[in-house]
Every structure is written in structure tokens, then in C-alpha cells.
């Protein structure tokens, strides 16, 4: 069952690559392969320089795939396995990769301007800051989730020793490199080798004693309890709470430190962990059918329910979940920030941006079939709540690589150490980009009116602290939600940009505009239920009089998060519609002076 | 297939998975070390050519002495100055 998925999938990707997605990059867009690009009409050797295919193909799938396409599905499943693996299929196949080629093309055919610049030329000077804004909100959501779901990981005894000897491994890739001008091979051995020393080290006996010491060191001496949380989903540990706050130093660290002297070495050496990680699954999902030494048939129902209590009805939710490896927003910012000024020939923008999103689409089934196959004889899920998930979704990827790496010959304590650090750093690398970003973005917004934003320090503790809140007070799973919401209202955005860009081009629009639109009814609907029935009307109006003022307040800033994003959505629709129809109408809608 | 197309179609994929490679581990620090690298020629630009924009750092003598040496980076140092930037372009 395990190989079949993953062979059904790659079977609809090749199908839709070949036969949807070439037809619309020859007959729609007609992607010239003579006509010049950004990256060679604007070469400046620094943002705009061509690169070959294939090397953009990795750098985008790198930049794309992180925790969404793990952890989305992990918590979908308790949906039933068939409508998570449907809903990665049939988005990746209808609007994923047509969001991520098409933003690409757009950038492209636009001078390579960014999603701002584009939705002032393309909308209006609102839309450009209504999207900034919400950027700002979107990407706090993905520090909150990402870090929600990592803390309590970092927090498990095998964990951590790892964890510290991947960075300082990686900080001396950095000297090695920048300093000592070593060579990229001795410098990648050495330091991926002191790296699976120290997650080796992590799982001795010793280790663990000392991570168990400093996870006692406060909170109740029996349960680690440091306080209850005030949305009254669970209780917060001391070790949870500290090591989010050492997470936390991290991302600071990554940005405001040089990037050459701690975030970038720090995400080349773990790469190398992720990629192996990736590849080692793959091939022992393929072993382990053959031999039989792991579980490959699927123990969750292919359907198990249309409404999960604490997730809520399948539609919405489920699309927003599960983000992406269907479809996300975030993918529109790489496509358009980074991949579109490197692109050598237009025609290389189907395989880059097109394929990574296929790629990503694979790893997100890859995520269905462990948590299907052993998620619950790993007490992952329990079958007699409804298949309820009730363990960390971080956890049960990690006992999945380890199973099937196990049969590998890698010894499972190993695998599930690994597996573990493979999570953490993958969230950190993106968490480190977008703390990065937020300081920027809160030195541009609010540097002038307020001058102590213009300090790097101030900006990122700013967003380390607004980040930390949302950790200690938010339910995991809500954040993922209001995360996966704004992400995929990004991504509705996206296609409704693209198609006011086609319907000026005088190109067929519905390829985009349909997907598009699901997208916003759906986000919208999903951004709705949580913050309107689950914090207005459940945990606000009928919270009853046991329920403490931290509880109202809670809901309070989950509805606040949820409504905002709804109204500037509903705004930037309004908007945006205007410009597709005036497009539609042959009336241009480019703001005075373009 | 011919042993010489054999060869070829090796080579290609064995190519193309370098650079899959590459591009998955090593291409985003390339990026950043260009991108430093443009910021230290910004500033070596707007030291000795300073006069351009009114900005008179260095004495014209040695400006005119560098003016050669800088020609070829001032087309692209303005059109990157120029081009309009926003918030979107910090992650790029």
C-alpha cells in the first residue's frame, strides 16, 4: 500500500507534468526560449543572473519544501487517508503547480518584480500595502506554528546534544570556509561528520541525563508543569517553554548575525541531513515492501470522518491543513523573489517552478504513508478517539524515518534522533529567513515613526517575543490552522494576480482564475470558522463563567489574527477583481506614473 | 542506443544531478556571497566615485585615476540603485 501511493503519485505527476502542464507552457503562455529574461536582460551578478535548470530545480525545491508538506498531511490524516492523498493529487495536479510556474512566468514577463511591486502595477497602491501587511501577519503565523510544533521535539532527551552540535558543526563549516579557505569537500565531511557524531552522541545514555537535568530544573517536580495555558489547551512544561526559548536565541542569532557566519553554513550542513533523510525514506518504503521487515499496509482508515472535533469539518479545514505539497502561498514569494531573476530561458520555468512543486507533492504523500503505516501501533493516533492525533505530528515523521531507515541497517534510536533533528533544523531554516524578513519589515514600516526599529536587534526581538507568545499561548493545532489559512489565501492571491496579468495579456484566464477562486472561498471559509465559530462564538460568547480573563483574551487575539486576514483578504479581492474585469474589458489598470 | 549516445546521456545525467545537488545545497550561499560582495562594490563606487551624486569623498584627481577601472560596474551599479526595491525583495 505504502509503494503503491507513492507510485500512484508519481504516476499522476508524470501524467499531469506531461500532458496538462507542457500544454499550457506551449499553447498559453508559449514560453520562448529566445526571448531574454530578467536574469540576462538585467545581469548584475548579484540579484539577477541566470542559472542552468537543474540547479535551479534544486534551489527551489530547497526553498520550498520545509515542515508544510510534513506535517499538513500528518494532521489531515485523521480525516482518513484517501482525502489527504486526494486533495495532495489533485491540488498539486489543478493548482499547485500552476500557482508556482505561473507566478514565476509573471515575474518574468514583469521586469522580475516582487508580489508588492506587482500588485501596485497590476491592482493599486492598496493592494500593495494591504499585501505587506498581511505578509508581515502570515509570516509571525509561520514563526508561531513552525515553533510550536519544534519546541516540544528539541525538548525530547535524544534531541537536543544533537541539535547543539549541528549548529556549532555548522558555524565551523563557516570558518573553514570563509576564513580558513578550506575545500568544500574536506569542509562538508568534516563538519557532517562531527554533525551525526553529536546526534549519535544525543542518544547515549549520558546525554539524555543531562537534557533530563536541565528539563527538571523548574515547573512541578512530579510533571514539569510550568503553567496552564490560558486557552486552556494544556499545560505548558518547563522543558517545552525553555527549549522554545532556545529555538528562539537561535533565529535571533541567524538574524542578526553576518549570514555567512552562522545561517548559511548552519543550513548547508544540514542539508545534508534532510536530503539524506529524504532519500534513505524513500528507498527503505521500496525495501520494506519487498522484505516485509516494517509494516507497509496502511492501519487508518482510507475514511474516517467528514468532522473531527478538535479540527473541524472537512471542508475547509482540510485544505488548509494541508498546505503545502497541494498548494501555498510561500511558493509565489520564492518563485517570484528568488527563482524568476535567475531563470536562464523562459521555457526552464515549467521543469524549475512546475516540477519542485510536483517533487513537493511526493514528499507530502511520502508524509501520509508513515503516519498510515505506523502511526498507530506507534500510539501516534488513537483509533478508539476517532483516530485523534495525540502525539506531536513531528514525532510521528520522526518514528517513520526511523522504521524505515531501520531496514537500512541504520539502528532505530539513531534513525529517530536523526529524524528529529532532520525537523528541527528544516522549520529553523525558514524560521531563521523569515525573522530575518520581519526585522526588515518592521525597520521599513516603522523605522521612521519609531527610530528604535532601525536597529537589527530591536526588529528581531520584537518578532522573537511576538513569536514566543504565540507559542506559549496558542493550541498548536489552531495556529496551524490560521497558518495554513494565510498561506493558502497567498496562494489565492497568487492566481488572482496571475489572471488579471493574463486576462491583460489577452491569454485564457480559467486554468488560473477557477483554482484561484476555490482557494479564496476556502481560505476564507476556514480563516472564518476558526476565528469566528471557534474563538468568537465558542470561546468567547458561550465560554461560560468558569473560563478566566486569559481565556477570553486568547480568543480574543486568535479571532483578531483570523478576521483581520479576512478583511484584507475580502479587500484585496474586491480590488482585484475590479482590475481582472477592466483587464477583461481591454481597460488597463496601472496606477498613475507606470 | 549507441555506446557514444550511451556515454553522452550519462554524462548529462550525471551532470544534471550535480546540479541538483548544488542547487539544493550550496547555490543560496553563492547567492550571499554575491550579494556581499555587490554591497562592498556599492561602496567602493559611492567612496570613489562620489562626485556623481554630489557626494565628494575622494578628490577628483584619484577619482579620474579609478574612473576606468569603475566604468564597466556603473551600469549595472545604477540600475541596481535605481530599480525600485520593496519588502518582498528581502527574501529573495
Request: net charge positive; aromatic share 12%.
Amino acid at each position: 500500500m505504502a509503494l503503491g501511493s507513492l507510485v500512484f503519485t508519481i504516476l499522476v505527476v508524470i501524467i499531469g507534468y506531461r500532458y496538462y502542464a507542457k500544454r499550457v507552457d506551449r499553447d498559453i503562455i508559449q514560453a520562448d526560449p529566445k526571448r531574454a529574461t530578467p536574469a540576462t536582460m538585467y545581469n548584475d551578478g548579484v540579484d539577477f543572473m541566470p542559472a542552468s535548470g537543474s540547479v535551479l530545480f534544486g534551489y527551489q525545491f530547497k526553498s520550498i519544501a520545509a515542515l508544510g508538506p510534513i506535517v499538513g498531511p500528518i494532521t489531515a490524516i485523521q480525516f482518513g487517508w484517501l482525502p489527504s492523498i486526494a486533495w495532495l493529487v489533485i491540488g498539486v495536479f489543478f493548482i499547485g503547480w500552476v500557482q508556482d510556474y505561473a507566478s514565476a512566468m509573471l515575474a518574468m514577463r514583469n521586469d522580475g518584480m516582487t508580489m508588492g511591486g506587482l500588485s501596485y502595477k497590476l491592482i493599486s497602491p492598496r493592494a500593495r500595502s494591504l499585501l505587506l501587511s498581511f505578509m508581515y501577519i502570515y509570516l509571525l503565523l509561520i514563526m508561531g506554528a513552525f515553533g510550536a510544533l519544534i519546541a516540544p521535539l528539541l525538548a525530547k532527551p535524544i534531541v537536543p546534544v544533537g541539535f547543539l552540535i549541528l549548529i556549532l558543526s555548522g558555524i565551523l563549516a563557516g570558518q573553514m570556509t570563509y576564513r580558513w579557505k578550506q575545500d568544500l569537500l574536506l569542509t562538508t565531511v568534516v563538519t557532517v561528520g562531527i554533525a551525526l557524531f553529536g546526534i549519535w552522541l544525543g542518544t547515549t545514555q549520558g546525554s539524555q541525563n543531562i537534557v533530563n537535568a536541565i528539563n527538571g530544573l523548574a515547573g512541578d517536580p512530579e510533571t514539569g508543569v510550568l503553567f496552564s495555558r490560558p486557552l486552556g489547551y494544556g499545560d505548558m512544561t518547563w522543558a517545552n517553554f525553555f527549549w522554545a526559548i532556545v529555538m528562539l536565541a537561535f533565529c535571533y542569532l541567524g538574524s542578526v548575525l553576518p549570514i555567512w557566519r552562522f545561517a548559511q553554513p548552519v543550513n548547508y550542513t544540514s542539508f545534508w541531513f534532510v536530503f539524506l533523510g529524504i532519500v534513505g525514506s524513500m528507498v527503505g518504503v521500496v525495501v520494506a515492501t519487498f522484505t516485509g521487515a516494517v509494516n507497509t499496509s496502511f492501519e487508518i482508515p482510507a475514511y474516517v470522518t467528514a468532522f473531527q472535533p478538535h479540527l473541524g469539518p472537512i471542508w475547509p479545514l482540510l485544505f488548509v491543513t494541508i498546505s503545502c505539497g497541494a498548494i501555498s502561498g510561500w511558493h509565489s514569494l520564492v518563485s517570484t523573489s528568488g527563482t524568476a531573476r535567475q531563470l536562464e530561458k523562459e521555457t526552464d520555468a515549467l521543469p524549475v517552478g512546475g516540477g519542485a512543486m510536483y517533487t513537493e507533492a511526493v514528499l507530502g504523500v511520502l508524509s501520509v504513508v508513515f503516519a498510515a503505516t505506523i502511526g498507530v501501533a506507534a500510539g501516534k493516533y488513537d483509533p478508539a478517539q476517532g483516530y485523534k492525533l495525540v502525539a506531536g505530528a513531528g514525532g510521528v515523521f520522526a518514528v517513520g524515518m526511523a522504521k524505515f531507515m531501520s531496514v537500512l541497517g541504520i539502528p532505530e534510536s539513531l534513525g529517530g534522533a536523526i529524524g528529529m533533528v532532520f525537523l528541527v533544523v528544516m522549520a529553523l531554516t525558514v524560521m531563521q529567513l523569515v525573522l530575518r524578513f520581519m526585522r526588515v519589515a518592521s525597520a521599513e514600516l516603522l523605522g521612521d515613526k519609531v527610530p528604535a526599529f532601525k536597529s537589527p536587534h530591536v526588529g528581531s526581538l520584537v518578532a522573537v517575543l511576538l513569536t514566543l507568545f504565540l507559542i506559549t499561548f496558542g493550541f498548536w493545532q489552531w495556529i496551524w490552522a490560521l497558518f495554513g489559512g494565510s498561506n493558502q489565501l497567498f496562494a489565492g492571491m497568487s492566481l488572482l494576480l496571475i489572471s488579471i496579468w493574463l486576462a491583460r495579456e489577452n491569454k485564457p484566464t480559467n486554468w488560473s482564475f477557477v483554482p484561484g477562486m476555490f482557494m479564496y472561498i476556502t481560505t476564507v471559509a476556514a480563516l472564518l470558522y476558526v476565528s469566528v465559530y471557534n474563538a468568537i462564538w465558542k470561546g468567547i460568547i458561550n465560554a461560560g463563567p468558569e473560563a478566566g480573563v486569559g481565556f477570553i483574551l486568547g480568543n480574543l487575539i486568535t479571532a483578531a489574527f483570523g478576521l483581520y486576514m479576512v478583511v484584507a483578504a475580502i479587500v484585496l479581492f474586491m480590488d482585484g477583481v475590479k482590475a481582472f474585469n477592466q483587464a477583461k474589458g481591454g481597460v488597463a489598470t496601472a496606477p498613475a506614473g507606470d | 542506443m549507441t555506446e557514444e549516445e550511451k556515454r553522452s546521456f550519462l554524462e548529462k545525467a550525471r551532470q544534471a544531478i550535480g546540479d541538483f545537488i548544488y542547487g539544493m545545497a550550496s547555490h543560496e550561499s553563492t547567492r550571499q556571497a554575491l550579494k556581499t560582495r555587490g554591497s562592498m562594490e556599492h561602496l567602493f563606487i559611492l567612496i570613489t566615485m562620489g562626485d556623481l551624486l554630489g557626494v565628494p569623498i575622494l578628490p577628483p584627481y584619484y577619482s579620474l585615476r579609478l574612473l576606468p577601472y569603475v566604468v564597466p560596474q556603473i551600469a549595472t551599479w545604477k540600475r541596481r540603485m535605481l530599480r525600485e526595491k520593496d519588502l518582498a525583495d528581502a527574501l529573495a
